[in-house]
Structure formats: C-alpha cells, structure tokens
C-alpha cells in the first residue's frame, strides 16, 4: 500500500456530517482537534459544543439575570466567563440555538426584576422613579411652559417695529 491509497482512504470531518459555514462538507481529517482523532467530526464540528467548553445553559441563563452581557469590552461577560471568543459564541448558538434562547430568558428575568423594583420605588412615592417610568410606560412627556415678561413682572414695551415686504407683491 502506498501513501497515496492512504491519504485516499482516510475520512473526513464531512464524511460524518460536519459542514462549513457555506454548507460544505468539511475535508479536515476524520476527528482533527479533538481526542478521536480518525473518527467523527473534527473540533470544530463536534456536534456538542456546549459540553466541549463546559457550557451549561442554567448558568447562562443565571448569569444574564445578573446583568452580564454576551460580549463588553468595559466589564466582565459570558464570553469571558466560559473563556471562549466571538467566533465560537457564534458557531456554539448556530449549532445550539437552545444557548441563545437560555440568554433571552436571562435578560427577560433581568428586566422584569428591574421593572418591577422601579414599579415598587415609583408606588412608594419615589418623584424620579415615577416620572421614569410614566414616561417610559405611559408615553408621558412633561411639558414645560415659560412666561417673559418685562420689567418688575409687567408687560413688555414693544418700541418700533420691523415691517416685512408682502410676499404675494412683485418685486423689481
């Protein structure tokens, strides 16, 4: 047997069904990256990403509770928190939307525990928390009205006034 017939022989990620993003299969080695190496999909097709890199999708969702975000730059994220880069966050929820779904439902709870903390501030007489939330809820908008007035409050002289041409008058 020759090296050619063994490089013809050998299986592919593809051949277990690992695609590229274009749909393709994918012509890595059979296992490449990952510790079945020969066999199965190759590191980055695996078909369960989420236990590859430890990710539960209870500690996602309790996280975004929490306020964290996907990715900051500022402050500390999920990304961060499971040591994984935006590109991988972004194969794991193509493969497992179920991750995204478990982030929404973090962020809703984060909302809802937010919303109903100014709503209790608001009913217990906060002016602030009451405006904001009138305004953000109610479509309020508070009006401001001002009065001028001359000198010691009084009415204000009008001295002269500014005579404007008649826009219907031709003019040469």
Not at 23 to 30: D, Q
Not at 53 to 77: N, R, T
Not at 88 to 115: D, V
Not at 154 to 160: D, L, S
Request: with cysteine; proline share 5%.
């Amino acid at each position: 047997m020759d090296i050619q017939d063994d490089i013809e022989r050998r299986e592919t990620c593809g051949d277990y069904g690992g695609e590229t993003n274009q749909g393709n299969p994918c012509k890595r080695n059979a296992g490449s990256g990952t510790d079945h190496v020969g066999e199965g999909r190759c590191h980055d097709h695996e078909e369960n990403m989420l236990d590859r890199h430890d990710i539960e999708l209870s500690k996602v969702e309790a996280l975004a509770a929490a306020g964290l975000p996907i990715s900051s730059d500022q402050a500390p994220d999920i990304k961060g928190y499971f040591g994984i880069s935006e590109g991988t966050w972004s194969n794991i929820t193509q493969k497992h939307p179920e991750l995204r779904e478990a982030y929404e439902r973090g962020q809703s709870n984060a909302s809802a525990n937010i919303g109903q903390s100014l709503y209790q501030r608001a009913k217990n007489g906060d002016i602030t928390a009451q405006k904001f939330y009138l305004k953000c809820q109610a479509g309020w908008k508070p009006t401001e009205g001002r009065e001028i007035s001359g000198p010691g409050g009084g009415a204000i002289e009008m001295q002269g006034f500014v005579s404007l041409p008649d826009p219907d008058e031709a003019t040469d």
